[in-house]
């Protein structure tokens, strides 16, 4: 990136204009990004985050239980980071039975949790009706259950396969029992990136405005970011930026994202990997910096979540001292960054004192980042 675009910049002056909430630009977020001393971006983020809540829960930290149930893996988009998807003919490959997902869900209500997080991908055998029955049959046996499914991918590939609007697809999936909707398959939302990523899902374009229907409709929806792969640091602020202009497009009644969680891409054994790695595993100080910025340009989205899953406990614990302030799920099973190279775990009790070690006061929530106990 040439120097004079950057001639008439000042770190000092545009971490002020942060502080006073200002929506910065892309050129500028990149600017500090590549610029300023992580403890600067570090301090500032955590004004912001300071400024965005109440005092009361200044020191608090939100966590839940919850568990990731993958619908099937049988996935016809193959994206090249991901090494759990199978063809439909592959000898492991699987569809979740209900004896099953009643056995899971019964295990997460018996460990305090009510919330499951749905995925599976673009099954050609998984159709609108599939989703709208299984919905309806699990909020039947298990009515406090909170569904938080699918993704803005899977939406756009249902909405076309069935002929409907994306607002009309999302209708359909919330009357028969989907509570939010995850950020899932955002990886970076710049096309030339997922073109080389995942060719076969939507536009970074059809990802946000399957997210701008779901806040018109009032879903509950989280924003994430996949980087540490092909992108540039522009493009990761481009992302950003992005999501922070859809943020801005949702009606007053709505919250929009409620969160945003990003983490970094485990190269391990994927397709990527192998045809255009090896890619360097992102740094402890990298991911700080990336949840600073992003606390930083995104003053729309109220929460940001340490992904620990992805970076450890440590490092986590430092995220909440940059801006971040949620530290996710104990994720009670997971699949997909485990598969590949992600082995990192808290049990309930690990969760709490993880947040309690780092100075904070550690609080269950639901969903909806509402506390619940």
Sequence with gaps: MPNFIYSDMNIDELLGRALNM??????????LYMNAPLAALSYVANEIK???????DRKKVGWIIDRNINLSNICS?????CNFSRSKNAPDAF???????????SELFAAGGRQVL??????????????????????????????????????????????????????????????????AGAEILVDRVRKIV????CSAQEWLEV???AHVLNLATSATMMFGHVETVRERIEHLVALRDTQARRPDYSDGFITFIPWPFWSEGTRLGKELGPFAKISGDEYVRLIAISRIMLTNIRNIQASWLTVGKSIGQLCLHSGANDFGSIMMEEHVVSAAGANYSL???????AIREAGFIPCRRNSRYEWVE
């Excluded at 200002?22 to 600017?31: C, I, K, M, T, W």
């Excluded at 995942?198 to 899902?201: C, R, T």
């Excluded at 049990?347 to 004192?353: A, L, P, S, T």
């Design 77 to 81: 988009t193959r994206c090249k980071f």
């Design 211 to 213: 997210m701008h229907q």
């Design 347 to 353: 049990d309930k009790n690990e969760m709490v004192m």
């Design 95 to 105: 569809v979740t039975s209900m004896d099953e997902y009643r056995q899971k869900i």
């Design 50 to 56: 300071n400024k965005l809540r109440p005092a009361s």
């Design 22 to 31: 200002e929506a910065l630009s892309v050129d500028e977020g990149e600017f």
């Design 198 to 201: 995942s060719p076969a899902k």
């Design 118 to 183: 749905l995925q599976g991908g673009m099954n050609k055998d998984m159709g609108l009706d599939f989703y709208t029955n299984l919905f309806s049959e699990l909020k039947k046996n298990f009515p406090g259950l909170i569904l938080h499914a699918l993704g803005p991918a899977e939406v756009a590939y249902l909405a076309k396969a069935s002929g409907k609007t994306y607002y009309d697809t999302l209708s359909i999936l919330h009357e028969s029992g989907l509570d939010s909707l995850p950020g």
